[in-house]
């Protein structure tokens, strides 16, 4: 799977949501890494077909989403950030109705269900109705119908949001494991998602592309501007002002920063080595720039 | 791996799922308990209709009216539910056509017209099987137009609107809308303000058994079409919405649908407005006519010449033009030499052949002899004529044919100047003329051709298709493959095929029986029999007439089961149906004016109060089987009856109810005191002075009565 993103435009109305993107996304995990509102969700929505762009061109394998969306569903599995279920239909139900939909035939679809349910590990529950599954449960059920038909290339959008840490792990291995041949593009606002098993990632920052590569890329991104300082509680006012923090801890008097400058902050400073997160923060450039999360 | 496409599969799942959502959700099980209940204690043994006819007026009303609505909110929820429940963004980007969306409106079609089953079982119960059989289609064939039309609608509006909590409250509005606001403005002078009521047929409430839908002319096929192009309009325009959603463009294919289906809507607008306004042109062009010859035209005033002798034939062997030809005798009744008689024959029939030179001017025929008719002097004419007749009523708002001939039916009604009617009088005026009721004439008639065709007329038949009467002031003649000819004891019954059952019995019961004892109690009248016709708006005058010794009777059969008979009171009403001829001046003066003719209406007067207890004697004479003692009884219980209605409802306290009580009371003393002979001495009094008896104050109509009947 191919996808090949050329000077891709959206706008609404005056608001521009996406401004001349271009990339490239080929097989395995891709995570598109953004703060709210930099465009992954305007980004995810015109790969899955759900809408028209402005300008440029988006082509799945040969296939461009504005005039062969059919084409590109055929091969297509999408779970949305925000979804829900006929609440009436088990799981069994709802993945049945949908696989009809993908045209799946009936006896591999039945295959299929089986499957996905048991990827998703949902086996025990498959009956019950969908109204009264927890979140985590219905991001699971989310991700099992995005599954059938296998498709080839999967988009999810901010699947962790709202989870929690330990639903949030499951997932990120669920993701990780099903990745496999195909393309999975993993829209996310949280750094730890793409960690764990992307090959390549892109960050979007208020509608344009500000980074593309490979997870260690964008870690390069910080390499040398990531300092450790450790600074009294009554000077921490001062240093937020000054340089850019990514993260701090409390210990006693004094506070423990996490920074990124280009230069040893008042000399004090220990070099770190970056994660994904430092890279993260500094394609974002300049300092206010929207901030990400950072979780475990 | 890519799988094969597969439309049906999914159009399947569709409408399964829908189906099971809609029809598994309490609510719409709710729903229909309530749609029972409404149904069943309004309408189940409230009226008499066969099923057939419950199928084509009231049902059908009550059903588009309310149900339009269900399906309006059923079809919002049904396109939104997606979108509510957050399904749609997955949904679009599964591969399929809109065979998912076409698999869940006709679910959401199927869920609305399986609230046609309730009405279904209520006409079954009215049978008969055949009446059933014969409706059930076409009924839910109109139903699924509307309903369609309805759901798409609905459709367009959610689509156009998104799922907002308020996109329901737009919907009650168009409903409400669609079925309220074109009734306000259908008495308009707008041809086609009719057809936007969703819940309208198209059509008045017409006796469709005798003549199907036929009166109705093109009038519910412009009323399908529109709604059908319209609904055509809607999907086009849901799909061009969807393509644009789904496939982020819109293909001229659909649009060019679209455009075909609203061009043909406009056309069946034209068509139905073209409709209304025949008939409009129609009563305007008699008026016009008539207003032409203002100078000359007085009416309801009485004429010089007058036609004292008709032989009619009528040619039906094209039934669609018939041929008539006619020789009459034209007398001149004047005191002065009449040099041009004068007679009314429908413009829209051509006369071919006349035996005497005439002008015409449309209806207004002018004959123009050598010689001036001396006063007393005849002179026989024969006419040959023929046309197609199509003549309208507006109901409404709505027209509807009253005179037409053609191969489902003839309906030649005497208001329609068919035959030549002596005078000038504006044809087919319900309301506006009685001058088309001519002198007494001689009438005899006979009908060529339309084998299978029943034939009923207000002559007396001679024969399958021949009628004559030595005394008659009219003719109507009616024909249809529908109607049945059934002899009822004394009475010639002509109905629809499927109402005879009931109209037998109907008649038998409060008819027949009740003329045994109008022959006994009114014996100087000779009475041979009832010839009744058993139609909803049979061509008859408005009031019964007697021919020839027969009493002409309209009834239909929803009269025979909207009525309680236990009660004498209403029996009596029918009982006044046969008075009628035989007290003709009953019918005038039926209303009193308040004091002071500021033209308050309080109600019946004298004449209607003593009819009305005559036939209330009548009714308990019959009821008690004439002893005294019971009717006194009876009498009491009535005037107990009576005292609770005026208690319930004060404006029935009206001079008639007084006349009425003080009749029937002084009625019931004589006959206890001198027995039929009384009665029957005293009823012949009041048919040779009717005027005299009225006009006394209510408080001497007993000494009055008592002074008829000679007894003490």
Redesign the interface.
């Known amino acids: 799977m191919d996808i090949q993103i050329t000077n891709l435009t959206k706008d609404y109305g005056k608001f521009r949501a996406l401004d001349a993107v271009s990339l490239h996304i080929g097989s395995g995990m891709f995570g598109l890494l953004g703060a709210n509102g930099a465009g992954k969700s305007t980004l995810m ?1 015109i790969l ?3 809408q ?1 762009l402005t300008s440029g061109q988006v082509k799945v394998d040969s296939f461009d989403v ?1 005039h062969q ?2 084409e590109v ?4 599995g ?3 950030q ?8 088990n799981a069994v139900e709802m993945l049945d ?2 696989g ?6 009936r006896a591999e679809r039945k295959r299929q269900i089986e499957t996905v349910l048991e990827e998703v590990n949902l086996t025990r529950d498959a009956r019950r109705r969908v109204g009264s599954y927890s979140g985590g449960m219905k991001q699971r059920l ?1 991700i099992a ?1 995005a599954l059938l ?2 498709p080839s290339l999967l988009i999810v959008d901010e699947p962790t949001a709202g989870l929690d840490p330990e639903e949030r792990i499951r997932f990120r291995n669920l993701l990780a494991r099903i990745s496999g041949q195909r393309t999975v593009i993993l829209s996310t606002h949280i750094v730890a998602d793409i960690e764990a098993s992307c090959v390549g990632v892109a960050v979007l920052n208020r509608g344009r592309l500000v980074f593309s590569g490979t997870p260690d890329g964008l870690i390069d991104q910080a390499r040398g501007k990531v300092w450790h300082l450790e600074v009294p509680a009554t000077e921490w006012e001062h240093i937020e002002q000054q340089f850019r923090v990514i993260s701090t801890r409390t210990a006693g008097k004094t506070v423990q920063v996490r920074m990124l400058t280009d230069e040893n902050p008042s000399g004090q400073g220990i070099p770190l080595e970056p994660g994904l997160e430092d890279g993260y923060m500094a394609v974002l450039g300049a300092k206010g720039a929207d901030k990400v999360a950072i979780y475990a | 791996m890519r799988n094969q496409n597969n439309p049906p599969a999914r159009y399947g799942a569709a409408f399964r799922l829908e189906l099971r959502l809609i029809c598994l959700h309490w609510s719409y099980a709710l729903l229909h308990l309530l749609w029972a209940l409404v149904l069943f204690s309004s309408v189940v043994g409230r009226s008499g209709g066969t099923a057939q006819w419950a199928f084509e007026t009231g049902l059908l009303f009550v059903v588009r009216t309310l149900i339009s609505g269900v399906a309006l909110f059923l079809a919002a929820n049904t396109f939104t539910r997606s979108s509510n429940i957050r399904f749609a963004a997955i949904e679009d980007t599964l591969p399929t056509g809109f065979d998912i969306w076409v698999g869940r409106w006709s679910a959401c079609l199927v869920a609305v017209l399986a609230f046609a089953i309730e009405p279904a079982i209520i006409a079954s119960l009215r049978g008969p099987f055949a009446s059933f059989a014969s409706g059930i289609i076409p009924f839910i064939f109109k139903l699924s137009i509307i309903f369609a039309f309805a759901t798409a609608l609905a459709w367009l509006l959610a689509s156009l609107l998104g799922s907002r909590r308020w996109l329901f409250l737009v919907i009650a509005g168009v409903w409400v809308g669609l079925i309220i606001i074109p009734t306000f403005f259908q008495m308009s002078r707008v041809p086609f303000v009719g057809i936007f009521n969703l819940a309208g047929n198209g059509s008045p409430l017409n006796y469709t058994e005798v003549f199907g839908t036929m009166p109705q002319g093109l009038q519910p096929f412009w009323f399908h079409l529109f709604y059908a192009a319209l609904l055509g309009v809607l999907l086009m325009a849901v799909l061009s919405r969807l393509q644009a959603r789904r496939l982020h463009r819109v293909s001229r294919q659909v649009v060019a649908i679209g455009a075909a289906a609203l061009v043909i809507a406009l056309l069946a607008l034209g068509g139905y407005s073209a409709n209304v306004f025949t008939a409009r042109a129609q009563e305007d062009y008699a008026r016009a006519i008539a207003k032409r010859h203002e100078t000359d035209f007085v009416i309801n005033a009485p004429t010089p010449e007058a036609i004292n002798r008709y032989d009619l034939t009528v040619d039906l062997t094209n039934v669609s033009t018939p041929r008539f030809t006619v020789e009459f005798v034209v007398t001149n009744r004047g005191e002065t030499p009449l040099a041009n008689p004068r007679l009314t024959l429908h413009h829209d029939l051509t006369i071919t052949e006349s035996s005497e030179r005439y002008t015409r001017d449309s209806d207004f025929v002018t004959l123009t002899p050598d010689q001036p008719l001396a006063p007393g002097e005849t002179q026989t004419i024969k006419l040959t004529y023929s046309g197609s007749l199509w003549l309208l009523d507006l109901f409404g708002g709505i027209p509807s044919a009253n005179t037409f001939s053609n191969t489902e039916g003839v309906r030649l009604p005497y208001i329609s100047c068919w035959y030549p009617v002596a005078g000038w009088v504006i044809p087919n005026e319900m309301y506006g003329s009685t001058r088309v009721i001519g002198s007494p004439a001689q009438i005899t008639m006979k009908v060529i051709g339309a084998p299978g065709m029943t034939f009923a007329s207000n002559l007396p038949a001679t024969g399958e298709q021949t009628f004559a009467a030595q005394s008659a002031q009219w003719v109507s003649l009616v024909g249809s493959p529908r109607m049945v000819k059934a002899s009822v004891g004394n009475a010639i019954l002509y109905t629809a095929q499927f109402d005879q059952p009931e109209l037998t019995a109907f008649v038998e019961k409060y008819y027949t029986s009740a003329l045994a004892y109008i022959q006994r109690l009114i014996p100087d009248v000779p009475i041979k029999g009832l010839i009744v016709f058993g139609m909803e708006r049979a061509p008859l005058p408005f009031s019964n007439t007697l021919i020839d010794g027969w009493m002409i009777v309209r009834t239909n059969r929803q009269w025979a089961s909207y009525i309680d008979f236990g009660d004498a009171n209403q029996r009596a009403y029918f009982i006044s149906d046969l008075l009628e001829p035989l007290f003709p001046k009953s019918s005038e003066s039926a209303v009193t004016e308040a004091p002071g003719g500021n033209g308050i209406i309080l109600g019946y007067g004298a004449n209607s109060g003593v009819m009305e207890g005559i036939a209330n004697f009548i009714a308990v004479y019959m009821q008690a089987n004439g002893d005294s003692a019971s009717m006194s009884q009876a009498i009491v219980g009535l005037k107990t009856l009576d005292e609770a209605r005026i208690a319930a409802n004060p404006p029935l306290a009206n001079p008639a109810l007084t006349y009425k009580a003080l009749t029937l009371q002084s009625l019931a003393e004589i006959y206890a005191v001198g027995g039929d002979a009384a009665i029957i001495r005293t009823l012949r009094q009041v048919r040779q002075r009717q005027p005299e008896l009225v006009a006394q104050p209510s408080e001497k109509v007993g000494v009055w009565l008592r002074e008829a009947s000679n007894v003490p």
């Not at chain 1, 925000?82 to 239909?89: P, S, Y």
């Not at chain 1, 009809?100 to 035939?105: D, L, S, V």
């Open positions: 929505r899955a077909t759900l028209p504005m969306p059919a569903r055929q091969r297509l999408y779970m949305p925000d979804f829900g279920f006929f609440r009436r239909l109705y949908i009809t939909m993908k045209n799946i035939p989310g119908q038909g296998n």
